[in-house]
């Protein structure tokens, strides 16, 4: 029998958090202490316990982090052996992680190897049964049409697409250029109004959205918000209401004669997300919030291949609309408010054009639509895609970069 999906959150979050202590042990050593044969020199422990650790490390899931760890013994000798080596606080941290896996783990396996056995098995499992997801999904559902109910406002789905380019935003910074499209919107007659929220503070001098159309072309250092007029219902940059600086916010008014529409906006962010290959964050983060019930979320992110080269990619469901400090992100730090939801990410062939969207040549036309406006070229970039029905309402999904 396999692990219960409340055991995997838990030890997901556990492994995250012995993640976190190990990255930091191992910023705190000299350089001399850096590879595997170093580390186990430096503080003399056995060389197979510093390749675990070294594995540990490099795992991309908490899980695999439990999987890799050395055994009990030699995590419990390593508070010693890295005394006099670290500052004093992180002693503290690594026998406290240490001693919380030596309390969870007997909860689900006898041995660290049998867990390992577990731990494999369902990822096996996993990766042989079809429709894993089915009872989530269905849960998911009932969410949606229970805050649908509640607010009086829905929509059938949130496309998203974020383009991250070196060298063209402000010095230090990436050049963010992102386009938000929601489809059928629905709006109930006493729901609050519809609402576009951003990130960026606005420029003093902002007084409505551009009026975005085919021939239109961003320009790349200046910070902007515009409604792609193709894309959108007709009569929505009219019925634009006023913004709100408290929320950043765009607030509009209902589009007489439509019972649904489309909204497409199109954000340009020169100087929100630092350059990572010349900052000391070493993680880019993309997110999306879901403020409305939908029926579906794609999130794209298009990251310049320079960048994708030098990183590991990620993602997580967030309680709350949780926002990240720009410049203090940590991919340690990603895990404290994840939920045990684990979106699918694929990586896909943006010259299959719409194929690599299954078929959906309206989404394809969004993309060619924002490159064009961005005047980027799409073979430069890898493309991500996340992919979810029923996306959880009141949270926040996110696609993270740490990058090397």
Not at 63 to 71: A, D, F, R, S, T
Not at 152 to 176: P, W
Not at 332 to 357: K, S
Request: charged share 20%; with cysteine; proline share 5%.
């Amino acid at each position: 029998m396999g692990l219960s999906n409340q055991a995997h959150s838990e030890l997901r979050r556990l492994g995250e958090r012995v993640k976190k202590v190990l990255t930091a042990i191992m910023r705190a050593l000299p350089p001399q202490a850096q590879t595997i044969g170093g580390f186990a020199r430096h503080i003399g422990c056995h060389r197979s316990t510093s390749q675990r650790l070294f594995n540990a490390n490099k795992a991309k899931s908490g899980e695999q982090v439990l999987y890799h760890l050395p055994g009990l013994q030699a995590l419990n000798a390593l508070g010693s052996q890295l005394q006099g080596h670290i500052p004093d606080n992180l002693v503290v941290q690594w026998c406290q992680v240490s001693q919380r896996f030596a309390a969870t783990m007997p909860q689900y396996a006898r041995s660290h190897a049998e867990l390992k056995r577990l731990l494999a098995g369902d990822q096996e499992n996993k990766a042989n049964t079809p429709g894993g997801n089915v009872s989530g999904q269905d849960k998911r559902a009932q969410l949606y049409y229970a805050a649908k109910s509640l607010l009086g406002m829905s929509m059938d789905e949130i496309f998203c697409a974020y383009v991250l380019t070196r060298g063209r935003g402000r010095e230090g910074f990436l050049q963010e250029v992102a386009m938000i499209s929601k489809s059928q919107v629905m709006r109930e007659t006493g729901a609050a109004p519809f609402v576009q929220f951003y990130t960026h503070p606005h420029s003093d001098d902002f007084i409505a959205p551009l009026d975005i159309n085919v021939h239109s072309r961003v320009d790349a250092k200046r910070f902007s918000i515009g409604i792609a007029q193709e894309l959108s219902t007709p009569g929505l940059l009219n019925a634009f209401a006023s913004y709100s600086p408290g929320n950043s916010g765009l607030v509009f008014d209902p589009i007489p004669g439509h019972e649904h529409f489309d909204a497409t906006f199109i954000f340009n962010n020169p100087d929100e997300l630092v350059d990572p290959l010349s900052h000391a964050s070493k993680c880019s983060s993309t997110s999306i919030s879901i403020k409305n019930p939908a029926k579906k979320l794609r999130l794209l992110v298009l990251i310049e291949k320079q960048l994708d080269r030098h990183s590991c990619v990620n993602v997580g469901c967030y309680h709350g609309n949780q926002k990240v400090e720009e410049g203090k992100l940590s991919v340690e730090d990603m895990w404290t408010e994840r939920l045990p939801e684990f979106p699918e990410l694929r990586l896909i062939d943006l010259a299959a054009g719409a194929q690599a969207l299954h078929g959906d040549a309206t989404q394809q036309q969004k993309l060619d639509y924002l490159f064009r406006y961005a005047a980027l070229d799409p073979t430069n970039y890898s493309c991500y895609l996340m992919e979810v029905d029923y996306p959880i309402w009141s949270t926040t999904y996110r696609i993270y970069f740490e990058h090397q």
